[in-house]
């Protein structure tokens, strides 16, 4: 049988699933050529003459978990497993010796023989009782990839084999128990001095400590740099203290009421439990250190795990432009995710299916997340029994074959082996593997609580326990590794750091620490040095390179035939200069941006062709399929662009794009929904990530959200983006102002293509990062009249966040009709038609509604001065849309210009759905209500 003898050779022989980069395709990669190991001839042979053998052993390693002892408590109702008795299999006598060879494995990894080995069934028997039926539970024989299989049942049972393989030494058993010492420790003394505080601590489950610091070891052996973690509040100040080299007197500070970050830079913070660390740690036996990231997470458990993905998605990418060769850097290899869960979370919350699908994706694949589930078997006061439908919490893996590995919590050194094996795989495989630390929670929810209510069985057990750092003291103390005044020692002088630290907390002054070294450059928005407007043009003949090269092919590429119309088209546009449609712009404004040394990511469903077939960013041969993307074949760009078609995923996406977002300033990460209301599924990571992160975490993000909108006769559902959900997220003040305002958010409803183009532009020329929401175009990605010059894109020109009338003189104008959006077009057609009436009513565009452009409009208005009304017009219902937003923030402008009266209305009708679904009425309420209405007498 082929072995594997080494790291490297695994690592040459393994398909590693996605690479980066394919050809032009830029972020596919074929995966690694290689041969399949199998088993010998005479392995096969004896593998068919032991056939009952062969099958109470795969029995074994089917069924193992359901009798191993992986339930400190013992609630796990486990029923004889009649598949564990070897005579159902015919094998009777146990002092028969069998020929093991190819059906057992009893030698270490590198080991090549083909000498029989001759076991009695009893020694059989016990041998793979040891691996599979202990405190490690090992679910992998549901794969069904043969190598997966044959992989761990041939680590597993050699490794057991030799006592070498699993056995610690003693500074590894004193590591441990110092971490579960000082844990403790932490824990008695949170409680002492701060009683009633809801610290949400790790008392139970203690050995997440030692999993995570056994993970941490053998990842930076194995040549991993960065490792990005995404976790709940469980045990995370235990994390951060004892492991992550978080200062307790920070923590303290932040205990006491005090902020956890510079106050001058007004930022509102987060709760204890929300807290980061980023330090560097070095191991023995690793060549450099390790750079862990804790990130900042939100309470809605597992809406960090995507964000993560992410971010380490990212960092692989950097990573990967800065190799000589690309064959050298594969996903996973410099850069791993861990991602933390509860119980209950991991099997109720459907963003961790989203995550987990994204897991072998081209375009979203990390090479393989660990996960460890800490696993108290209750969720808040809700019982497994009632949280899920399944045996296991880790259950849900299985949707993509993810191999688990079950491991009782109350034996830290079986938690560290579990660790090190599922590593192991992941670097092998560059898989996702699942870790379930089935621990218990000692407390209620939180400290204040009390479990006993719900759950009085389970609390009267835990009541009688010792802790797990207790018994595995007393363990080494009884195998004379550690002495009992060692172990008092050490918890006394940690308590003494302790009792330093919280007294140093008074005088502890916070760092703005949250941007990384690859942020430097960018300032915080707030500060006068912020570049809020900056010029975004280019020069003429490059935007026309660009765009000839944005539907470039090769003479042996058959495009589809109806793109040679989008072809000829867009050459004829650029070489014009005229008729620039929002795709076009859209291509210039990436292809720029690349030419700068920016990536550029766009992601969602369809968005290599565009939901409305308007971007086609990607070419398909219709030969041969191969795929290519024009920019980045034609454009001689440090930048590369990534198109990343994505699974039917809103939450998990956008996390994800978020996470991306947070790694590094010059990558423009972009989301584009199918429709506008697809953001719905992801409004958690709107809510707690995108509109609050900077005031919470001082985390800034470019992340661009596209949002296309239009109400078109297509009903209720794919109509309206909600665009007045993000504008009621906007902190943007209601009082006049001359100076634009530092929001959390920039929302924006351009009505060309040159607006568009300045838009994407300026989320990178600018010196600091903010989140843009675009309420972007369907009917008019076509419309003539929605067409742009390029001069318009030209040095010298920037986003205006109003346009004026110009078509109108204004001292001839009596009504201001003040609107957003794709309305505007409508409405000038009706004025044009409507002669008696068109000179006297003038449309202002206002572009940008957050921040909301006081003084722009304020000096537009003032050229109004004989206008009697100021109405605001829009499609939406008045409840929706943008008028609940606007009115008073216009009204403070009309205030400020001395205007006599207040904004009037327009539109629709409050309603509680975006549309009419019978399209009849949808075109009387648009004729009637809303563009007819802009030209009615004031009423």
Not at 9 to 20: D, E, G, N, T, Y
Not at 870 to 881: K, S
Request: hydrophobic content about 35%.
């Amino acid at each position: 049988m082929q072995r594997w003898n080494s790291t490297r050779q695994m690592k040459s022989a393994q398909a590693l699933s996605v690479r980066f980069y394919h050809d032009h395709s830029y972020g596919y990669r074929e995966p690694r050529k290689f041969t399949l190991p199998d088993y010998s001839p005479s392995q096969l042979e004896n593998r068919t003459v032991n056939a009952p053998l062969l099958r109470y052993v795969d029995s074994l390693r089917t069924h193992g978990h359901r009798a191993a002892r992986i339930d400190p408590l013992d609630l796990l109702q486990r029923e004889e497993i009649a598949a564990l008795d070897p005579t159902r299999y015919g094998l009777v006598d146990q002092g028969r010796k069998y020929n093991i060879n190819g059906i057992v494995w009893t030698q270490p990894v590198g080991v090549d023989t083909e000498t029989p080995v001759e076991w009695t069934l009893e020694n059989i028997t016990r041998h793979l009782r040891t691996v599979y039926v202990g405190r490690i539970a090992y679910e992998y024989m549901h794969s069904p990839s043969k190598t997966e299989r044959l992989w761990f049942s041939h680590l597993l049972e050699s490794e057991i084999a030799s006592s070498e393989a699993t056995d610690r030494n003693h500074k590894a058993k004193e590591r441990i128990h110092g971490l579960l010492a000082r844990s403790e420790t932490f824990d008695q003394f949170l409680q002492l001095k701060f009683p009633n505080l809801k610290r949400y601590g790790l008392e139970g489950g203690e050995s997440m400590l030692p999993a995570l610091d056994a993970l941490f070891c053998i990842s930076a052996r194995a040549g991993v740099e960065h490792i990005i973690i995404g976790m709940p509040h469980r045990g995370r100040l235990n994390l951060l203290t004892g492991l992550l080299e978080y200062p307790p007197r920070a923590l303290f500070h932040k205990i006491k009421g005090n902020y956890e970050i510079p106050e001058q830079l007004g930022a509102s913070g987060d709760v204890i439990s929300h807290l980061v660390s980023s330090p560097s740690l070095t191991y023995e036996g690793a060549k450099q250190p390790v750079k862990v990231s804790l990130l900042p997470n939100p309470s809605h458990l597992e809406a960090i795990s995507p964000v993560a993905l992410g971010k380490t998605r990212a960092k692989q990418f950097s990573l990967l432009k800065t190799v000589s060769d690309p064959n050298d850097c594969f996903p996973g290899d410099k850069v791993m995710c861990v991602q933390l869960h509860g119980d209950a979370s991991f099997t109720g919350q459907g963003v961790v299916m989203e995550g987990l699908g994204l897991s072998n994706l081209p375009h979203y694949t990390v090479g393989g997340s660990v996960h460890i589930v800490v696993n108290n078997s209750i969720g808040y006061t809700t019982p497994a029994s009632g949280a899920r439908s399944s045996l296991y919490c880790s259950d849900i893996g299985k949707m993509i074959n993810a191999p688990v590995l079950h491991v009782n919590g109350d034996y830290p050194e079986d938690v560290a082996r579990a660790v090190e094996v599922a590593f192991k795989y992941r670097n092998y495989f560059r898989k996702d593997v699942i870790i379930d630390l089935i621990v218990y929670r000692r407390w209620g929810h939180n400290e204040l609580d009390e479990p006993a209510f719900t759950q009085p069985l389970m609390y009267e057990k835990i009541r009688s326990r010792r802790s797990v750092p207790s018994l595995y003291e007393e363990q080494l103390i009884n195998e004379n590794i550690i002495t009992a005044e060692s172990a008092t020692s050490l918890r006394s002088s940690y308590k003494a750091f302790l009792n330093d630290e919280l007294s140093e907390a008074d005088s502890y002054v916070p760092k703005a620490s949250m941007l990384e070294k690859q942020w430097n450059g960018i300032v915080w928005p707030a500060t006068p040095e912020a570049v809020r407007n900056p010029d975004t043009g280019v020069d003429i003949q490059t935007l026309k390179d660009i765009g000839k090269a944005s539907i470039y092919f090769p003479e042996s590429f058959e495009i589809h035939s109806r793109l040679t119309r989008h072809v000829n088209n867009r050459l004829k546009a650029v070489e014009s200069g005229r008729n620039i449609d929002w795709a076009t712009a859209e291509a210039l404004a990436f292809g720029s941006l690349m030419l700068e040394g920016h990536d550029v990511r766009i992601s969602g469903q369809d968005v290599g062709r565009g939901t409305f077939s308007q971007r086609h960013a990607m070419l398909v041969d219709q030969r041969t399929e191969k795929v290519i993307v024009p920019l980045n074949s034609a454009l001689e760009s440090e930048g590369k662009l990534e198109l990343a078609n994505s699974s039917l995923s809103e939450m998990g996406i956008l996390g994800f794009e978020y996470g991306v977002s947070w790694e590094k300033p010059n990558i423009l990460p972009i989301w584009e929904a199918q429709f506008g209301d697809f953001f719905n599924g992801a409004q958690v990571i709107i809510d707690t990530f995108i509109s609050s992160a900077e005031t919470k975490w001082l985390k800034q993000s470019g992340i661009v959200m596209l949002l296309p909108h239009g109400l078109d006769g297509a009903g209720p559902e794919h109509s309206s983006s909600h665009f007045e959900r993000f504008l009621q997220l906007s902190n943007d003040g209601f009082e006049f102002t001359k100076h634009s305002r530092d929001v959390n958010v920039h929302i924006v409803f351009p009505t060309t293509p040159a607006q568009y183009f300045h838009l994407l532009r300026r989320q990178m020329k600018r010196n600091f990062r903010k989140p843009l929401i675009v309420a972007g175009p369907k009917g008019l990605l076509r419309l003539p009249a929605a067409s742009s010059l390029l001069e318009d894109m030209t040095p010298g020109t920037q986003f205006q966040s109003v346009l004026d009338d110009t078509s109108v003189a204004p001292e001839g104008v009596k009504r201001v009709v003040l609107l957003t959006g794709k309305l505007y077009y409508d409405l000038i057609k009706e004025r044009a038609d409507r002669q008696n009436v068109g000179s006297s009513i003038a449309f202002i565009r206002i572009e940008e509604l957050s921040p909301f452009p006081f003084a722009t409009l304020a000096k537009i208005l003032s050229k109004y001065a004989n206008a009697s009304e100021v109405v605001w017009a829009q499609e939406e219902p008045r409840n929706q849309g943008a008028f609940p937003h606007v009115q008073e923030r216009i009204n403070a402008v009309l205030g400020h210009l001395e205007f006599r009266g207040r904004v009037g209305y327009r539109g629709r009708k409050e309603d509680s759905v975006p549309a009419p679904g019978v399209v009849k009425l949808y075109a009387e309420q648009q004729k009637k209500g809303v563009i007819a209405g802009c030209a009615q007498n004031r009423v």
